[in-house]
């Protein structure tokens, strides 16, 4: 009679991977008058990636496009109440927003073609510059009162344009995350946008700043883009992310699944590099006497046993491991 046969061995339950939550709600503006250098990408990504981990986001789009909606699977026809009803109408925020099914916490007012006509319809308003301002302080309130857990980030998907939506944004966050495409073209315009930075914080928000310049569409290939980088280092210091968001495949693909690419493919290196800036980005916000990993401080653990187990498989829950599919 042969040995008895050898239990095969029970894997260990693993731990969620949690952000720490930051001392006080985040309010960042993903800004940036260029087209096309992946603000509402890395808007949608940053927020999925942030929730995922534990902390409750809110991602306010005030793209008419609406791109940030469709990403994250949320309703943004004509006819759904969306940011053009809280700036215009002055509908609650509360009203408005719709909770994402990608990630355990994460929540979004959407952008409704309606949105195209709120420039002109602002101009005459009172307070014009402030409406979403007060708007957000408005629902951080009804949250208070309602007794339920409050924003950890609140991120805000801005045209690409430096119209009075993106003034709201401005004036509505002490923040400012500008994603910088590693062209040569990506930097023409940066001037301009710091300028009009400086504008409001002399007139309409001190408080503004910019604290996170993210890298996006990097080729490795190129001398170029590394010289956009070692330029862009040097002139920001510690404002930009040690993270690089590489040129990929998966990333333009998801969003025409209503994903982002954090559900879409999460080992391709596009969320990989979009979980890092989250986690570099989640470890800023916390100061110097943040509480221990064992408070409350720190984001409680998702409904899920391993957030990332369902994007994964399970077969990963860190950096470090090429796509399921095998591509960038």
């Known amino acids: 009679m042969g040995p008895a046969p050898v239990p095969r061995e029970t894997p260990a339950a693993r731990t969620p991977e949690r952000f720490p939550r930051p001392t006080d709600t985040r309010i960042m503006t993903i800004a940036n008058q260029k087209g096309g250098v992946g603000k509402t990408t890395t808007a949608v990504n940053l927020a999925s990636a942030l929730s995922a981990a534990g902390l409750k986001v809110l991602v306010l789009d005030l793209d008419p496009q609406g791109n940030a909606s469709t990403a994250l699977g949320i309703d943004h026809r004509a006819g759904v109440d ?184 999460p080992l391709s290196s596009g969320a990989l590099a979009y979980l890092e800036a989250a986690r570099e980005m989640a470890q800023r916000g916390v100061r110097e006497t943040a509480p221990s990993a064992g408070d409350a401080g720190v984001g409680s653990a998702p409904a899920v046993a391993d957030p990332w187990a369902r994007w994964t498989d399970g077969l990963v829950t860190r950096r470090g491991f090429a796509s399921k599919e095998g591509g960038a």
């Not at 409704?112 to 308003?125: F, K, P, R, W």
């Not at 315009?189 to 009009?196: A, E, F, K, P, R």
Request: proline residues 5%.
């Open 82 to 265: 969306g940011m053009y009803e809280v700036l215009v109408e002055g509908k609650p925020l509360m009203d408005v927003v719709q909770k994402c099914d990608e990630a355990p916490d994460l929540w979004c007012a959407p952008a409704t073609v309606d949105l195209a006509g709120a420039e002109i319809e602002l101009v005459s308003m009172v307070a014009r510059e402030s409406r979403l301002q007060r708007a957000v302080a408005k629902y951080f309130k009804a949250l208070q009162q309602a007794g339920e857990r409050r924003v950890d980030y609140v991120l805000i998907d801005c045209p690409p344009s430096l119209g009075l939506l993106t003034i709201n944004a401005f004036v509505a966050a002490p923040e400012v995350l500008i994603p910088i495409q590693c062209e040569y073209y990506a930097l023409e315009g940066l001037s301009q946008l710091l300028s009009n930075i400086e504008l409001i914080q002399e007139h309409l928000n001190p408080d503004l700043s910019v604290t996170t310049i993210l890298l996006t569409m990097y080729d490795g290939r190129t001398r170029l883009a590394a010289q956009v980088v070692e330029e862009v280092r040097h002139h920001f210091g510690e404002q930009v992310l040690r993270s690089l968001v590489p040129r990929s495949v998966r990333i333009s693909e998801a969003p025409s699944h209503g994903q982002t690419v954090m559900a879409y493919d």
